[in-house]
């Protein structure tokens, strides 16, 4: 009777073992999927790329002058790591419009259907926005270098200095996913767009902290993109590392708790719509 019931159950067993066998090609498939869609997409590539590259230019050349001499410091080792953050939450915002819009087309219940792993389309957005955040950083940093801003604290450092955006888009596009998948309007995640744009005119990357009203600073220190900012500028320039790095994991890590659930839930949701 017991061989009976295992032989029973060894199919299950294996046929388990061979899903989860196939989640990392079934992953890798549906993020390149992604990627070559955002890269096709114009409103993807102007929001990821053309458009911070574009502000980070005109914010040089309009204020970095005037910022240099107020602070005695070269602008660019404020406004080259918030427009990287800039660029890290716009084409967060854009590909969930184009989520959205899978969503609204059935392409997510159509995928629900296959004979693939279930959690590979999630996964694959989430590898697929990874790679974006390092592609986007890495050309953003490179037309700050154009500018004049250089990795002046090593090569250890400049590596570390990937991280940060990366951290803080994976938690902002968590997000955003969140509100996209249990939204049914765009909207509403451009809503979210415009608050980021606040965000970015009050940090302390836009001008020093001092140049703030005092009702203001408090504020400005403590928003997650100052934090990141703060910890950009050390690992580049020079300066207070520690501090603003484990105040934006502390912000990155409470974006990912209190939305990463939901995001899961909803995604699973607009799938199965």
């Known amino acids: 009777m017991t061989q009976v019931l295992d032989a029973a159950r060894l199919p299950t067993v294996t046929g388990r ?14 993020t390149k999927r992604l990627l070559v869609r955002w890269w096709r997409d114009p409103l993807t590539v102007v929001q990821s790329l053309v458009f911070p590259a574009l502000l980070l230019i005109v914010l040089n050349t309009i204020l970095g002058n005037q910022i240099s001499s107020f602070s005695g410091v070269n602008a660019l080792y404020g406004s080259v790591p918030m427009v990287a953050l800039v660029g890290v939450m716009s084409g967060s915002v854009a590909g969930a419009i184009t989520l959205g819009r899978e969503r609204d087309e059935g ?111 408090p504020i400005v220190r403590h928003q997650p993109m100052s934090y990141a900012i703060d910890a950009m500028r050390g690992l580049s320039l020079g300066g207070p590392v520690r501090d603003p790095l484990l105040a934006t994991i502390a912000w990155c890590l409470g974006a990912l708790v209190v939305f990463a659930i939901p995001a899961a839930v909803g995604y699973r949701r607009a799938s199965r719509s």
């Open 107 to 217: 392409l997510l219940a159509r995928f629900w259907v296959l004979p693939v792993h279930r959690a590979s389309g999630l996964v694959a957005r989430i590898v697929a926005e990874g790679v974006r955040i390092l592609l986007c950083t890495g050309v953003l940093f490179a037309v700050g270098v154009v500018l004049g801003f250089r990795f002046q604290q090593g090569l250890l450092a400049g590596i570390a200095l990937f991280g940060v955006p990366l951290l803080f888009g994976i938690a902002f596009a968590t997000m955003v996913t969140a509100v996209a998948v249990f939204s049914a309007k765009a909207a509403l995640v451009e809503a979210v767009s415009l608050g980021s744009s606040l965000l970015m005119f009050f940090s302390s990357g836009f001008v020093p902290l001092v140049a703030y009203p005092k009702w203001a600073q």
């Open 17 to 30: 073992t061979e899903i989860w066998r196939l989640l990392i090609p079934q992953t890798m498939i549906q």
